[in-house]
């Protein structure tokens, strides 16, 4: 069963940092992209960030410059490093499969005050 642990939301100031950290059990995690997802409430659940399993990054418009998603094979983790965060960067992020979506983890809460 795949199990995908979220950790390291908080509430920062708006132009703070946050490091989030995904650990993957239950799959070959080298062999899979991955991507992190936030979900604002009242909105939809959005992928912000993705990375192949060669390492080649893609990110939202609304990240691109300020988040930096990476992956450490041998810890079975992603990274999301989200840097000059906005309140409108408020929201719970998840990580998941981006080719093969998986059960959601219970995600971690960012706030972000102005």
């Known amino acids: 069963q795949v199990q995908l642990v979220e950790s390291g939301g908080g509430l920062v100031q708006a132009g703070g940092s946050l490091r989030l950290s995904c650990v993957v059990s239950?799959?070959?995690?080298?062999?899979?992209?991955m991507g992190w997802y936030r979900q604002a409430p009242g909105k939809q659940r959005e992928l912000v960030a993705r990375i192949t399993i060669g390492g080649i990054t893609n990110y939202a418009d609304s990240v691109r410059g300020r988040f930096t998603i990476s992956r450490d094979n041998s810890k079975n983790t992603v990274y999301l490093q989200m840097n000059n965060l906005t309140p409108d960067d408020t929201s719970v992020y998840y990580c998941?499969?981006?080719?093969?979506?998986?059960?959601w983890g219970q995600g971690t809460q960012v706030t972000v005050s102005s």
């Open positions: 998941n499969d981006i080719s093969l979506l998986r059960s």
């Open positions: 239950g799959m070959l995690f080298g062999g899979r992209p």
